[in-house]
């Protein structure tokens, strides 16, 4: 089931209180039209009745879909950098619904799901379309690394991240990627990457070993965790 509260919010332009239908859990299965909006960038947007201005609301929800073995806690970009204390509070919180703590029939299910901590929209979705186009978040993030490493400069900043956003139709032999703000999850910059780069990663193991090993037991399966410290 897919939870929703009404609260009141100021938007962020005229500061009048808007009456929002915000979200606190998603199960993609019952509604795959949420999972839809989150792909098209619309999911918990809306217009405000006294200026027009749409806007949309920080994430802070949990995302189930069964079908494809995804469970995603998903937080404000902002709070990135609370990350090691939110990935423990994420696991305590998995265990409980579908880990050691849940119940038998719930624990059956989560046996291969894949637990996820993500701080943003644009995280979200490509935790999302990684999984449409059959990739592994695991490859996708130690590829990115291995970009970083070879590239001469880049707009990597806090405000400033690289998601991975599709395999373009008509060319597999490529991998399309962005720099988008962190924020807002606008387009800032594209980056085009040779399919290839993403399966040597996995032909080359031994190299990218300790990096991976550190990313497979992670609930916050993500490049920043290398950048960004821990807070508390």
Request: proline content about 7%; some cysteine; hydrophobic content about 40%.
């Amino acid at each position: 089931m897919s939870l929703f509260a009404t609260v009141n919010v100021p938007c962020p332009v005229c500061g009048k209180q808007v009456a929002f239908n915000t979200v606190h859990s998603v199960n993609a299965v019952g509604r795959p039209d949420l999972r839809e909006a989150i792909l098209k960038g619309t999911f918990q947007s809306q217009a405000c009745p006294s200026c027009g201005k749409t806007f949309r609301l920080d994430p802070r929800f949990t995302y189930l879909d069964v079908g494809r073995n995804q469970w995603i806690a998903v937080f404000p970009h902002a709070e990135i950098d609370q990350w090691r204390t939110r990935e423990e509070e994420v696991q305590h919180l998995f265990d409980r619904g579908f880990g050691r703590e849940a119940p038998p029939r719930a624990r059956e299910i989560g046996v291969g799901m894949k637990p996820r901590l993500v701080f943003g929209w644009s995280a979200l979705w490509e935790k999302l379309a990684i999984d449409d186009h059959r990739l592994e978040d695991v490859q996708v993030e130690l590829l990115k690394v291995g970009l970083l490493r070879s590239l001469p400069e880049s707009p990597l900043s806090f405000a400033t991240e690289l998601r991975f956003l599709e395999v373009p139709r008509g060319n597999p032999a490529e991998l399309s990627f962005a720099w988008v703000n962190s924020t807002t999850a606008d387009f800032v910059q594209g980056v085009s990457v040779p399919r290839p780069l993403y399966d040597d990663v996995a032909l080359r193991a031994d190299e990218w070993k300790s990096l991976r090993a550190e990313f497979s037991h992670a609930l916050f399966l993500d490049m920043n965790r290398l950048i960004i410290p821990a807070g508390v």
